[in-house]
């Protein structure tokens, strides 16, 4: 059953006479988010003139400049493996277990897509790839500031601008809110896909192997409602 909930964009504004929203809730550092991204984008290129896609962070793990405990370090190593298994065409970088110093800290990379975002809706994705990319592919640690400033750089934004928002108290105030609304969305795990549906609340389940089942659900449940 879906929920009652107001429909909130992700600056928490109320919508109104608009497409439904669906929303995909993530972080930028979560290995599962990584491994849903080819099929997140074909589901986006599938139902681009259905629905407002919405991208909202869920924020893993907070601040932390400890060292991962030894015990997180290889539960997350062997989720790697696991979903090298079973998401063909999804690759880790395992040599970043070894050549950084791991930090159960996501919240820095949050962040970042946010500041991100200040300069275009559209960084708001081309960061979260590059954090992807980063972390799983170059072993590179997006826990670090450094890091976040070199692939804004890499990225094309501008550097001052971006790290001044980067360090700016409204951006974790943003991240507060976007956090707020995935708990009133009842979201606890990512990747996540939401559909606000004039005020009712679906999730939608995921397949990380095809978009098939997630789109035929959406259109199913947006027919009904125009039933």
Same mark, same amino acid.
């Given at each position: 059953?879906?929920? %009652?909930?107001?429909?909130?964009?992700?600056?928490?504004?109320?919508?109104?006479?608009?497409?439904? *929203?669906?929303?995909?809730?993530?972080?930028?550092?979560?290995?599962?988010?990584?491994?849903?991204?080819?099929? &997140? %984008?074909?589901?986006?290129?599938? @139902?681009?003139?259905? $629905?407002?896609?919405?991208?909202? @962070?869920?924020?893993?793990?907070?601040?932390?400049?400890?060292?991962?405990?030894?015990?997180?370090?290889?539960? =997350?190593?062997?989720?790697?493996?696991? *979903?090298?298994?079973?998401?063909?065409?999804?690759?880790?970088?395992?040599?970043?277990?070894?050549?950084?110093?791991?930090?159960?800290?996501?919240?820095?990379?949050?962040?970042?897509?946010?500041?991100?975002?200040?300069?275009?809706?559209?960084?708001?994705? @081309?960061? /979260? $790839?590059?954090?992807?990319?980063?972390?799983?592919?170059?072993?590179?640690?997006?826990?670090?500031?450094?890091?976040?400033?070199?692939?804004?750089?890499?990225?094309?934004?501008?550097?001052?601008?971006? /790290?001044?928002?980067?360090?700016?108290?409204? /951006?974790?105030?943003?991240?507060?809110?976007?956090?707020?609304?995935?708990?009133? =969305?009842?979201?606890?795990?990512?990747?996540?896909?939401? =559909?606000?549906?004039?005020? %009712?609340?679906?999730?939608?389940?995921?397949? &990380?192997?095809?978009?098939?089942?997630? $789109?035929?659900? *959406?259109?199913?449940?947006?027919?009904?409602?125009?039933?």
């Amino acid at each position: 059953m879906g929920q %009652s909930l107001k429909s909130l964009d992700e600056h928490g504004s109320i919508l109104a006479d608009m497409l439904p *929203i669906l929303y995909y809730v993530h972080d930028p550092m979560c290995s599962w988010c990584w491994a849903f991204q080819a099929v &997140y %984008s074909a589901i986006q290129q599938q @139902l681009k003139d259905k $629905v407002q896609h919405r991208r909202l @962070l869920g924020g893993l793990a907070t601040d932390n400049l400890q060292a991962m405990p030894t015990e997180m370090q290889h539960y =997350l190593l062997q989720t790697w493996r696991t *979903i090298q298994e079973r998401v063909p065409g999804v690759q880790f970088n395992f040599d970043f277990w070894t050549v950084c110093q791991p930090r159960r800290s996501t919240w820095p990379a949050c962040r970042a897509v946010i500041a991100a975002r200040q300069q275009g809706e559209g960084n708001d994705k @081309l960061m /979260t $790839v590059a954090i992807q990319t980063a972390y799983y592919r170059q072993a590179r640690n997006p826990s670090d500031d450094d890091i976040l400033i070199q692939l804004a750089a890499e990225t094309g934004l501008d550097v001052n601008q971006f /790290t001044h928002d980067l360090y700016d108290t409204k /951006t974790q105030q943003q991240l507060d809110k976007e956090r707020t609304l995935c708990q009133q =969305l009842n979201v606890d795990s990512f990747p996540a896909l939401v =559909l606000d549906r004039d005020g %009712s609340i679906w999730r939608i389940p995921i397949d &990380y192997n095809n978009a098939s089942s997630s $789109v035929e659900l *959406i259109k199913q449940l947006l027919e009904d409602d125009n039933d």
